[in-house]
């Protein structure tokens, strides 16, 4: 019993301290390797190898699995995130570029950009059980908060397939701008944007009515605009768009959906993510080779953190403030 | 028993879907498909048709937007008519335009006949999109509203070499090797314009004959006036005879042009030349920006890979489809209006691709080659992709996109008629 008291003590104790300073996981597509990040002071505390091309990047909803789309071996890669050991595989159709995994952590959902499908996987087992034919060249992959709709994007087809995860099918395709990167939910699930790349557009759909209610042309004098990354803040007030080879960050006003600035950042910004708390944005450079800490209450680049090679996704800690 | 190639030849070739059929089979179904008709015009039509490479990126872009259409309820179907000459290449247009299926044209065809086929285009308020055919005239002089250019314009292609010449290898000193045809003679002008107004380049010009039994002498001046770069603009045969006479002479001079044809580069020595040069709209060997996923698609489909007119076919077919489904008409008017706004296309090139108002031409990145790994045993990967122009094309706006080819205020082109 006395045994039993002390380790829950410094279990408990060891997780403290560990959710008390959540981590930032960035994928290195060009060294295979995972950088880590303290957010608290924005320093790197680890950086680990993983497998073959790990380009997609997410957490369990405890943060104790770290899922990675490892594009060459064809599978998910999985790291126990206190051991920051690999913990094994789980295959899941060729080419895996991106995934998301559902707000009860028991489903993976993950686009095969060579097979123009989406694979559902058991997070327990690894198990396959669904394979759903979606757009030509699938990439993003993004859940609502209430675990009801996956949404997939097809960079060829330009569409967002919704997946009805009760209904475990395909429900309906949404036109959406020229290729389609990533999408994200506004907390309550009723609005999604997705980025569209060529098109230099962000779309904004009705969830509900499986419908662009809004296209939002994204405009900056003497540069591309490629939007890539997309993330809203947890009070959806303010939506943060990647603009790729323009190496800014766009922010959006998600009740005017105005443009209201762009923030340089490093060169060829992909992937983004929010801290549980919302105050800091941190964006993936894939060129540069860092990483761009934002303040979001006052818009500015307040770090730059070097990772390894080719940063493309980030994943950050988010059960601490659940 | 009439032979099968002539019993085929009274109904032109056709092929529906991929399964070669004849022109005057009627083809039915419960929900007809809107009809795309690829017109390939080839005066000896040898080889296997089915393994052209116009009608194989049509192929794979009917099935690519068969995807997206059948998510919207929409079909299409790409019906393959192969011509000799334009005597039948506007009997086909006839039939085709009777059908009122039919909402556009894809042309693949020598300049009088791109210029009949337009007439009948605009005529009969049908899309036309010319998809292999360079012609800066067909752009400027005998431009029509209804005809769209995907593939890049002569102009663009001498732009995109010149400007890497003189920009990343700073030849100063230009030779021109130029022909008294009219394509070859626009190739010169247009080159000389750009190079004059840049300060220190000389410029120095020669027109081919072929009627001795030697280039010997032509070639011997040119030696000896010591270019940093001759710039070809010859048509085929000449260029035929050029690098032939160049490889037995050992020549070294560096060579660059706008239509290098690489069979006649390859089979010349092309690996000796210290510069063989050319300007393309799309390799097998591009990787970049979604390239990769684009000729990785067309090489599991038809284990050969995808070249310039095969991409430019694809592309074509893509936009039709994209254009009827986002504008949700099939009206040539509206689809015009989509075509000349601000939507744009993706065609793997890594930016965006918008057809310029001003003449229809299709803004987008083209690509210099050069000879590449002497061991390749075979002209598809013995050439290497050497940049793409404008550079860097990953952030190419459509500003910088609009340095190549002739630009909206020298275009002589004015649109008339109803549309």
Redesign the interface.
């Known amino acids: 019993m006395r045994l039993v008291f002390i380790f829950s003590v410094l279990f408990a104790v060891g997780y403290s301290n560990l959710w008390a300073r959540p981590y930032a996981y960035v994928s290195n597509e060009f060294d295979n390797t995972v950088t880590i990040i303290d957010t608290a002071d924005d320093t790197v505390v680890d950086t680990i190898s993983v497998g073959q091309r790990p380009r997609g990047i997410g957490l369990s909803p405890d943060d104790r699995t770290l899922y990675l789309a490892l594009g060459r071996d064809d599978a998910i890669g999985i790291v126990d995130t206190k051991t920051l050991q690999i913990k094994g595989q789980y295959f899941c159709g060729t080419d895996p570029e991106s995934f998301a995994v559902s707000p009860d952590g028991k489903w993976i959902y993950v686009s095969n950009e060579d097979a123009n499908t989406a694979t559902i996987i058991e997070s327990g087992s690894g198990e396959i059980v669904s394979v759903l034919p979606v757009g030509i060249e699938p990439e993003g992959v993004s859940v609502s908060p209430d675990g009801s709709w996956v949404y997939v994007t097809a960079e060829t087809t330009h569409t967002v397939s919704v997946i009805d995860t009760q209904a475990g099918k395909v429900v309906a395709h949404i036109l959406v701008g020229s290729r389609p990167r990533e999408s994200a939910f506004t907390p309550d699930g009723t609005r999604a944007y997705v980025t569209g790349e060529i098109g230099g557009t962000v779309s904004i759909i009705d969830v509900n009515e499986h419908k662009v209610i809004e296209t939002i042309e994204m405009k900056m004098e003497g540069a591309l605009i490629k939007p890539k990354g997309v993330v809203v803040t947890p009070d959806g007030r303010k939506v943060y768009v990647a603009t790729g080879s323009a190496n800014h960050v766009a922010v959006i006003s998600a009740e005017t959906n105005e443009v209201l600035r762009y923030i340089p950042v490093g060169i060829r910004v992909w992937g983004l993510a929010l801290t549980p708390d919302g105050k800091k944005l941190y964006t993936a450079n894939g060129i540069s080779h860092n990483v761009s800490v934002i303040d979001t209450e006052s818009d500015e680049v307040i770090a730059t953190v070097a990772t390894g090679k080719g940063p493309w996704g980030i994943a950050i800690e988010q059960a601490v403030e659940k | 028993m009439l032979p099968w190639r002539r019993l085929l030849g009274l109904c032109g070739w056709t092929f529906v879907c991929g399964i070669p059929q004849l022109a005057c089979h009627a083809r039915e179904a419960e929900s007809p498909p809107y009809k795309i008709v690829q017109i390939i015009q080839d005066t000896t039509l040898d080889g296997p048709l089915d393994q052209f490479s116009e009608r194989l990126g049509g192929l794979l872009g009917i099935e690519?937007a068969n995807?997206?259409g059948g998510?919207?309820g929409q079909s299409f179907e790409l019906v393959t008519e192969f011509v000799q000459n334009h005597n039948e290449a506007s009997t086909v247009m006839n039939r085709h335009i009777e059908d009122t299926r039919t909402i556009a044209f894809i042309a693949n065809a020598d300049t009088p006949t791109t210029e009949i086929l337009s007439e009948l285009a605009q005529q009969s308020s049908t899309l036309l999109f010319n998809c292999s055919n360079p012609s800066d005239h067909l752009r400027n002089d005998r431009c029509e509203r209804i005809l769209f250019h995907v593939t890049p314009s002569e102009s663009m292609y001498v732009h995109a070499l010149g400007r890497w010449l003189v920009e990343a290898k700073k030849h100063k000193s230009w030779y021109i090797v130029y022909s008294s045809d009219a394509v070859q003679s626009r190739c010169r002008k247009t080159l000389h314009a750009y190079l004059e107004d840049i300060e220190g380049i000389s410029i120095q010009s020669a027109r081919i004959s072929l009627e001795g039994n030697t280039l010997k002498k032509q070639l011997d001046t040119i030696v000896k006036s010591k270019p940093d770069i001759v710039f070809l603009c010859l048509n085929d045969e000449e260029l035929e005879r050029l690098l032939n006479e160049h490889s037995q002479a050992d020549l070294k001079l560096p060579l660059a042009g706008a239509f290098l044809p690489p069979d006649a580069l390859w089979k010349n020595g092309g690996r000796q030349l210290e510069e063989g040069i050319w300007p393309v709209a799309w390799n097998h060997k591009l990787f970049r920006y979604?390239a990769r996923?684009l000729n990785?698609r067309f090489k599991k489909k038809f284990e050969r890979p995808m070249d310039s007119l095969a991409w430019a076919n694809w592309a074509a077919v893509k936009m039709i489809a994209?254009a009827v489904?986002?504008s949700g008409s099939t009206d040539a008017k509206v689809l015009i209006d989509y075509l000349e706004g601000?939507?744009?296309?993706?065609g793997h090139k890594g930016?965006?691709l918008s057809f310029r108002h001003w003449n229809h031409q299709l803004r987008q990145p083209v690509y210099l080659m050069r000879a590449g790994d002497n061991s390749s045993d075979d002209a598809w990967n013995y050439f290497d992709v050497l940049t793409p122009m404008p550079y860097?094309v990953?952030?190419?706006?459509q500003e910088l996109l609009d340095t190549l080819g002739v630009s909206e205020e020298d275009c002589s082109c004015q649109f008339e008629g109803t549309l």
């Not at chain 2, 601000?342 to 993706?346: L, M, N």
């Not at chain 2, 990953?394 to 706006?397: D, I, L, N, P, R």
Request: glycine share 0%; net charge negative; no cysteine.
């Open positions: 690519e995807v997206l998510f919207f979604s996923d990785s994209e489904i986002r601000e939507q744009s296309f993706d930016t965006a860097p990953q952030s190419a706006t």
